[in-house]
């Protein structure tokens, strides 16, 4: 196993470093961030000098090999607007998110697997027939269309929940954290939910179709014959043989819903990641863009990774192991 995992981490870190070429020249060959850092009135001489400070005056090879050195590091480069560290900008915005996407995935494990086995298993029926074509609609709705609704209904109609912001915290060990208090978790609620939609209706979905293809398998029906309880069929032997699928999908969406609740955020202004990128994109923030980018993707190989070793715990027949094909 341990050589598995040095294998996959020496990987990552030639994708990081495609990553992070690819990014650096997209990002700093759009736009003149000095546009919007140096007012119109400031005279050339100020203009040429904040030019040397971001050290916009170099080659572009140069800049990227000034990066790459720092990045080895840890220094991902500073943010143009906020003076500060680009990384330990992201690193702030992390609990938010964070926070947000546990609450999706617990409504996408909590409300997906459950509405699937029972598709699945009543897929005849007109109880498994309607919730797959009411999971239909989680695919169908624009996300910030989906959220503008859940704000109008809840929010602005029933006054049940705050539309926007992260509500009260507690810090616990110095970071902030909004799901040990009531107000956060009023908050939360909203965003989470419209974040969660379309994954628990992709988890449905795979759940329904796993059990509709696993119960009618050889090794079900002679459990079945064997006088074995209907309960314990289907927790050993249809759901735990379905599983590997959809934690794959649950694994990928996680890391998925981290790099990407950018129009959730906005929409209710929730103060996490999503909402930085969007705002630094705005602001043409390079160093906040790439550093993100690069986070991203790292949380997304480490996901895979978890993953792939999840899978050797869930189902002793896979292997650790290079495909040989």
Known sequence: MWVYVLRRLVQSFFVLLAVSLVVF???????????????????????????????????????????????LHGDLGTSFVHGIPAIELIVQRIPATFEL????IGLTCVLGIPLGLIAGLYHDRALGRSLMGGSVLGFSLPNFWQGMMLIL????????????GRGETVDVLGVPFSLFTRDGW??????????????????LRLTATGVTEAKTQEYVRFARAKGVPERRILTRHILRNILIPVVTVIGLEFGQLLAFSTIT?????????????????????????????????????????????????????????????
């Open 265 to 325: 955020e906005t929409v209710f202004a929730w103060p996490g990641m999503g909402k930085l990128l969007i705002d630094s994109i705005y602001k043409l923030d390079r160093p906040v863009i790439v550093a993100y980018v690069m986070l991203v993707t790292f949380i997304f190989v480490m996901v895979n990774l978890l993953v792939d070793l999840l899978y050797a715990v869930l189902d002793p027949r896979v292997q650790l192991q290079e495909a040989s094909a």
């Open 25 to 71: 020249i997209a990002v700093y060959a759009v736009g003149d961030p000095i546009e919007l850092l140096v007012s119109a009135e400031a005279s050339e001489a100020d203009r040429q000098q904040m030019i040397a400070r971001l050290g916009l005056d170099l080659p572009l090879w140069q800049q990227y090999a000034s990066f790459a050195a720092r990045a």
């Open 101 to 104: 996407v546990l609450v999706a």
């Open 186 to 203: 009023a908050h939360v609620l909203l965003p989470a939910v419209n974040l969660a939609l379309a994954n628990i209706a992709l988890v």
């Open 153 to 164: 209904m809840f929010a602005v109609w029933l006054h049940w929940l705050p539309a926007a």
